[in-house]
């Protein structure tokens, strides 16, 4: 009885160190208030799924942190138009680093899967329906 009781507690412990992160946020909608007219909007998505799926993933934009995305999170932000260094990842699985340009006007959506690996740039028409799941987490001010 007690060898079971100490297994039944003993798998409980491990189990809730592999729990995914809880996103309270908003779900997906789009930012409320437009850039100014000389800015653009990122919005940085991140899937689930996978071995990784229980870690926050950082995002750096040109070394800066951004944002620490959960499985199933999003954020945005306001950029100036340009061409960034836009890194996603952990210490456990590295980094991955992807070019983009922004551009005045534009909204650009940029989707992850748990790893880091970016997986499909959604279009502006589309995101709703597509990011509709996805919960919004608040981002780091950056520096323009």
């Known amino acids: 009885m007690i060898k079971n009781l100490f297994f039944y507690f003993l798998s409980l412990l491990l189990l809730s160190g ?19 007219a000389d800015m653009g909007t990122l919005y940085v998505f991140r ?3 996978g071995l990784g799926e229980e870690a926050y993933m950082s995002v750096k934009v040109n070394g800066v942190p951004f944002v620490n ?3 199933m999170g999003y954020s945005y932000e306001y950029l100036t138009p340009g061409i960034y260094q836009l890194s996603i990842g952990n210490p456990a699985y ?31 028409s589309k995101a709703p329906f597509i990011l509709n799941e996805f919960r919004y ?4 001010q950056l520096d323009k």
């Not at 534009?106 to 959604?122: I, K, P, T, W």
């Not at 987490?137 to 780091?140: G, K, L, N, R």
């Open 94 to 124: 590295g980094a991955i680093m992807t070019e983009i340009e922004i551009k005045p006007g534009q909204e650009l959506y940029e989707l992850f899967d748990a790893f880091g690996n970016s997986v499909v740039d959604v279009s502006p």
């Open 18 to 36: 592999c729990a995914t992160p809880v996103i309270n946020g908003p779900m997906f909608t789009k930012a409320l208030n437009p850039p100014k």
């Open 47 to 49: 899937a689930k799924g």
């Open 69 to 71: 995305l959960a499985p």
């Open 137 to 140: 987490i608040q981002a780091y």
